[in-house]
């Protein structure tokens, strides 16, 4: 009798410590591997926030597989309804909010030498050309300081759609700092009292068939 008790109270214990394990993995969730997946400032929405900016390496790359501009090209407002409609999700001012937090991204690792975050934010021809510059940074023992005091403007400048891939570009303006110094503290480039005006334009891209949401870097350049 006593046995059996103990045995039904063990029972119900179980049963109560199994119904509690679900009930936490209903509101937590399960974890499956997959919780570090790539940065996508596309979709966050971010609120628009100071950046971190440095000089970008080689800002006259070419766009990958870019077809020639037509012989009457579209104005930026037809461009943009043209992506629209290959992609309805597309919001030109989340997408402004998006560039934003991806310049952000990109410049803070560049500064850094993350390599692991700039992969999958850019395509391959600019990240080997990134990479590149923060090695060749490394090798030389130097250091770069970025402070950004503001971005003062950012705007979509040029817009089309070549076959599947919708390329956005967006011209920032930002007054920052950058300094560059060597192995030993020393500046070699830069001044870090002073604070310029600098202005880049980044083009982005995205297969509209795709189902990843995030847009790739694919060209960064200074305006003519």
Known sequence: MGDGFVFVEILIFAMIAAFLVYRLRSVLGRRTGEERQRPNPFTARPNNQPDNVVAMPNRERPVPNAAPSPDEPVSLATALEQIKAADPSFDEKYFLQGARGAFQMIVEAFAKGDTATLRPLLSDEVYDNFARAVRERQSAGETLETRIETITD??????????????????????????????????????????VEAVDVWTFARNTRAGDPNWALVETRTPQ
Do not use: H, I, W, Y
Request: no cysteine; glycine share 8%; aromatic share 2%.
């Open 154 to 195: 950012a705007d979509v400048v040029e817009a089309r759609m070549d076959g599947r891939t919708a390329l956005v570009t967006v011209k920032f303006v930002s007054e920052q700092m950058n300094v560059v110094r060597n192995s030993a503290g020393a500046v070699v480039d830069g001044d870090p009292n002073a604070v």
